[in-house]
């Protein structure tokens, strides 16, 4: 081949690849991946806001006077953006909700942010309609307001507000609303399949989020399994790296242009992957130094059951379920189980440590991120291969090493039913794991 020729091959593949949305780089390096940015915001899940009874000076700020028959209830909604941890942003937008009997509930909210007491104009105002949002129960009333989001390629970040008197509280003293919240979505070839991503944003600056949650379509199968741990990946810390895995590909997020509607994610090697922690992912082995001076490895379990506890002492619902714990522990401790607790508490007195721990009645081993040695190289472990964004979570490993369950399914006497199951050979999967199933990391 010519030299005129090889240069007419390169030109051809390098355009290919740019239709692709592919970055052409060195053939050491991985390549960057370019995406698209949809407009308009997707709504997911919901929080709830609660409302008091509303007072003469608030009434008087409405446009007009209150029907008789019809109750009305103050409230703030309620963003935050902590992006800057140093400086974290805020917005509060007060509220006034009016239910009346047989009619649409009426909602004024003051979109600009602007404080009580104000009064409120017509254009604050917002009538409730039928729900569409599913599951839709009896009742359910919804409306909407968008908050502007300027500078961005943004239609604004839509406010989606439900009225839900089966989901709420029965209360005379609160009144419950519930808030839909919303993300971004893009569309980005991986692999040769356009494969739909989501951040999350600031409703204040439009920004998306360097940390919270980014979801991708792993499955290719056109959507964000809400509950799946391995299409949403949650970063609290800068230092938690978020990884995906689409077919043959390995990515890991790159740049978000809001004002141009694109984004990047830049390929990763099949070396530098690290599976999330999900059911049938294998661990990796793992040193980690008891608070008496021993040192153990998650290897040193293989053959057994073992629940990984990742706690901190200020989690209530941690402490809550200690006991539950210590009786599956006591329980099935001579059938092949047994229980780890790793504590993250960074800067823990290791003495007052033992003493909390005695005083909770606490039998089964315990580390924490706070012991030296080995805690900071723990707790680098736990950034990359844990990725832990909420407390407790609890890890069931089979004796191959393998996850066989995690989080709700071990709740109260959750464990306890999995453990019968699994040491009596009832379950499946305690078959799979003795036949040494397949693993799932790389």
């Known amino acids: 081949m010519t030299s005129f020729h090889r240069r007419i091959v ?44 509303a007072t003469p000076a608030d009434l008087a700020r409405l446009p007009g006077t209150l029907d008789s028959a019809s109750r009305a209830w103050v409230g703030t909604f309620r963003f935050s953006d902590d992006s800057d941890q140093q400086h974290p942003l805020q917005k509060a937008l007060p509220a006034i909700a009016i239910v009346t009997p047989n009619k649409p509930d009426v909602l004024y909210v003051n979109v600009n942010g602007d404080s009580l007491p104000a009064p409120f104009t017509d254009k604050d105002k917002y009538v409730f309609t039928p729900s569409t949002v599913k599951p839709v129960l009896s009742g359910d009333q919804e409306t909407r307001f968008v908050l502007p989001l300027p500078g961005t390629v943004f239609h604004g970040y839509p406010v989606r507000v439900i009225d839900s008197p089966r989901r709420a509280p029965d209360t005379d003293t609160e009144y419950y609303l519930f808030v839909r919240d919303a993300r971004v979505q893009g569309t980005i070839t991986l692999g040769g399949h356009p494969t739909l991503a989501q951040f999350e ?18 499955t290719r199968n056109g959507a964000i399994e809400p509950y799946s741990r391995t299409e949403n990946q949650y970063r609290w810390d800068p230092r938690v790296p978020i990884m995906f895995k689409v077919g043959d590909t390995y ?25 999330a922690m999900d059911t049938g992912v294998t661990l990796a082995n793992f040193a980690f130094g008891t608070l008496d001076g021993a040192t153990r490895h998650l290897s040193d379990y293989r053959g057994k059951y073992v ?6 002492i200020s989690c209530g619902p941690c ?46 081993t315990h580390t924490s991120v706070s012991v030296k040695p080995m805690g900071p190289a723990l ?36 464990l306890q039913r999995m453990l019968e199951r699994l040491l009596s050979g009832t379950d499946s999967t305690s078959k799979h794991q003795a036949s040494g199933g397949k693993s799932s990391a790389p």
């Open 201 to 218: 944003v600031s409703p204040i600056t439009g920004k998306v989020r360097t940390l919270g949650t980014f979801s991708l379509d792993v």
């Open 319 to 364: 402490i809550r379920a200690m006991p539950d714990l210590e009786a599956a522990y006591l329980k099935y401790h001579d059938r092949g189980f047994d229980i780890v607790g790793v504590n993250l508490d960074e800067h823990l007195d290791v003495q007052k440590f033992n003493d909390f721990l005695t005083q909770q009645k606490s039998t089964w």
């Open 379 to 414: 707790e680098q472990y736990i950034n990359l291969h844990c990725r832990i964004h909420s407390y407790p979570t609890t890890v069931l490993i089979g004796p191959t090493g393998k996850i066989v369950a995690m989080d709700d399914d071990l709740a109260g006497q959750g």
């Open 307 to 312: 629940l990984l506890d990742f706690w901190t």
């Open 251 to 275: 990515v890991t997020p790159g740049t978000v242009d809001e004002r141009a509607g694109t984004f990047t994610m830049r390929g990763l090697t099949a070396r530098e992957y690290v599976p």
């Open 10 to 53: 390169l030109a051809v593949g390098a355009t290919l690849i740019a239709h692709a949305g592919i970055t052409a780089q060195s053939p050491s390096s991985p390549p960057t991946y370019r995406g698209t940015l949809d407009p308009d915001l997707v709504e997911v899940g919901y929080t709830g806001q609660a409302f008091t009874p």
